[in-house]
T-cell receptor
Framework: EAGVTQFPSHSVIEKGQTVTLRCDPI?????LYWYRRVMGKEIKFLLH????????ESGMPNNRFLAERTGGTYSTLKVQPAELEDSGVYFC????????????FGQGTRLTVV | DAKTTQPPSMDCAEGRAANLPCNHS???????VYWYRQIHSQGPQYIIH???NNETNEMASLIITEDRKSSTLILPHATLRDTAVYYC????????????FGAGTRLFVKA
């Protein structure tokens, strides 16, 4: 069974450029989450999709970040324009609905903005 | 969201049991306790979760106190590959997974 898959695994871009991260959740998982870990800091929640709807986007840092999940399958997280402080590892996770279900994480995308 | 408190680091000898404590004194009645770990920079890996009763799976055991204010994750026979950062998380009630990752406990398993 395929786990949560994230593309690319690494990305190096220049300040001011645009980058799009992709997450393919486990098949059948309605819940999809994005998290971020910047250097030396804790893992922080960014947002939560239930199918194609944004359930909670309280963790999104600013309007340079745009997440979509068209059709309720894979999700993209676009950063435009990227800033130096956006560097970090972006994790995606997915889960079934329900309070008693674990979330499974992808291996992350390491974003470096230079 | 309920806050958790964990020791920053612990050591354990290979083959011995590793007992990782967690305090969550503000936990609400319907909030679950979840444990995850992160090995190097990999994605967090699910270990176990529970509500009130003690739980056991192939990876670990979870002991939750009767008042639910604290819990202990037990790795019965730690190996070198169990060296990782372990996160104790209280899951919010609304059914999503807006987990609050703290600093976790860095477990060092030594030969």
């Amino acid at each position: 069974e395929a786990g949560v898959t994230q593309f690319p695994s690494h990305s190096v871009i220049e300040k001011g450029q645009t980058v799009t991260l992709r997450c393919d959740p486990i098949s059948g998982h309605d819940n999809l989450y994005w998290y971020r870990r910047v250097m030396g800091k804790e893992i922080k929640f960014l947002l939560h999709f239930v199918k194609e709807s944004k359930q909670d986007e309280s963790g999104m840092p600013n309007n340079r970040f745009l997440a979509e999940r068209t059709g309720g399958t894979y999700s993209t997280l676009k950063v435009q324009p990227a800033e130096l402080e956006d560097s970090g590892v972006y994790f995606c996770a997915s889960s079934f609905q329900g309070v008693d279900t674990e979330a499974f994480f992808g291996q992350g995308t390491r974003l470096t903005v230079v | 969201d309920a806050k958790t408190t964990q020791p920053p680091s612990m050591d354990c000898a290979e083959g011995r049991a590793a007992n990782l404590p967690c305090n969550h004194s503000t936990i609400s009645g319907n909030e679950y306790v979840y444990w995850y770990r992160q090995i190097h920079s990999q994605g967090p890996q699910y270990i176990i979760h529970g509500l009130k009763n003690n739980e056991t799976n192939e990876m670990a055991s979870l002991i939750i106190t009767e008042d639910r204010k604290s819990s202990t994750l037990i790795l019965p026979h730690a190996t070198l590959r169990d060296t990782a950062v372990y996160y104790c998380i209280v899951r919010v009630e609304y059914g999503g997974f807006k987990t609050i990752f703290g600093a976790g406990t860095r477990l060092f398993v030594k030969a």
